[in-house]
Every structure is written in C-alpha cells, then in structure tokens.
Nanobody, 126 residues
Framework: QVQESGGGLVQPGGSLRLSCVNS????????IGWFRQAPGKEREGVSC????????YYSESVKGRFTISEDHGKTTVYLQMNGLKPEDTAVYYC?????????????????????WGQGTQVTVSS
C-alpha cells in the first residue's frame, strides 16, 4: 500500500514536493508512478520511474518542470513540482506496477498500475 502527502495550495510559479511512502507490502514492483485527475477529466500519467534502473519518464505537459526521484531504501518516491501552473490543479495519486504491465514505467498509464494511494490535492491559484 502507498500513501501520498505534500499537496496544498500554491500560487502560479510556485513549487511543491509530493511524497509517496511505500508501506512495505508492495516492495516488489516494476515501476512506481505519479498520476493526476482534475475534475471532469480522466486520470493521466504525470511521471513514472523504473524500479530497477531509476530511469524516469515524464508527460510532455510537465517535462522540464517536475522531477521524480526515489530514496535509496526504495520506501519513498518524491515528485518535485516547480513552475506550477493553474492547469496542474488536480488530485495527485501514487501507484505501483506489480505485474510489469507498464514496461518498467515506460508506459506511464493508469491502467497499467495496480496499488493506489488515496491521493493528495494540489491547487494552483492566485
């Protein structure tokens, strides 16, 4: 099981760092990723990371602004979000790929991930 934290209200251009803590029940996984869902929209992949090589993948909408990283103990994954825009407003979720369907994170799609957290709200507004 994973649990997200770090969301909040921030002004445009600001920064937030989200954390995803892996409880230990899902230590054996292929990839871990961040996803978001805005009201009325489908859940979209933001960034995923290969559990073995730590290679990151980013959606075009966040490339150059967001950075995904994983601590050495593989217990926490972070999403550093800089240059936030109002369109980044959404509930952000963390999830792990237990079955290998994401091809180690290369397919950063919600349908390829299995174990989900409850989400954390990010609101970008002046």
């Amino acid at each position: 099981q994973v649990q997200e934290s770090g969301g909040g209200l921030v002004q445009p251009g600001g920064s937030l760092r989200l954390s995803c803590v892996n409880s230990g029940e899902t230590l054996d996984y292929w990839a871990i990723g961040w996803f978001r869902q805005a009201p009325g929209k489908e859940r979209e992949g933001v960034s995923c990371i290969d559990a073995t090589t730590d290679r990151p993948y980013y959606s075009e909408s966040v490339k150059g602004r967001f950075t995904i990283s994983e601590d050495h103990g593989k217990t926490t994954v972070y999403l550093q979000m800089n240059g936030l825009k109002p369109e980044d407003t959404a509930v952000y979720y963390c999830a792990v790929d237990l079955l290998g369907e994401s091809q180690n994170g290369r397919h950063c799609h919600a349908e390829d991930f299995d174990s989900w957290g409850q989400g954390t709200q990010v609101t970008v507004s002046s």
